[in-house]
DNA sequence: ACAGACCAGTCTGTACCGCAAACCGGTCTG
DNA sequence: CAGACCGGTTTGCGGTACAGACTGGTCTGT
């Protein structure tokens, strides 16, 4: 058993980044989100958007839907079982490692 | 006033990286350390480990002593008071942050 | 006295990463 | 039908974490 602190050493890459953590925090909370829905709430720009999404979907944290609304193109985004286990998980261990006096 | 989540946006760098906190922390915690315990208590490599407190000298959240133990070499670290603060404030907002149902 | 192991760190090279701006295919407006 | 706009992706750049090689010096054994 490793202490909260040394639990820090190997925490999740992928969700520690603070842009990603919000995304993935925002879509645990909403189940589904579009891209320019992201982009309003987190307030990044496009192109730095467009590659968090890339890496979250490489790392399988989350699902892509491209599909037509109307005639424009949209991206939907949800969280899968894999993310919202990654996010528990980092959750509970960021917790522990500040949670001292 | 922004949400929790959108505060994540302006963490501080230098001290959200994984093993920066765990050194801040630990320093936090110790008040004082020297580079060999700091390096067992990390795990990190040497060279790591001098490139990271290198990083929080130069964000000056640590004070750096060097002196001789006896006829070897001895650094010494210290959490000054911007450290400490900064520490605090980054705890404080990432509490926020996780924290939601 | 000298060689080699060890110690406390620092320096260097590499591979990756976050970011914004440029770009692209397509749609809407005048 | 030209130019603004939309939904994203690709590119280029600067910065960063990491491990391993290196440095300057001390200790041990013979």
Redesign the pocket.
Known sequence: MSTPLKAL?DVD??I?????LMIVSLLYLVREA???WL?HQTE????????????LEQAAYID?E?R?????????YRLNKAGRKVLEQYRAAMRKALDYS
Request: charged fraction near 25%.
């Open positions: 050493g890459r992928t520690h980044e603070p842009a990603r579009d891209f320019n982009l990044l720009t496009k192109g730095n958007l467009s590659a968090h999404m890339a890496k892509v491209k037509f609304q109307g005639k424009m193109p949209q991206t939907l």
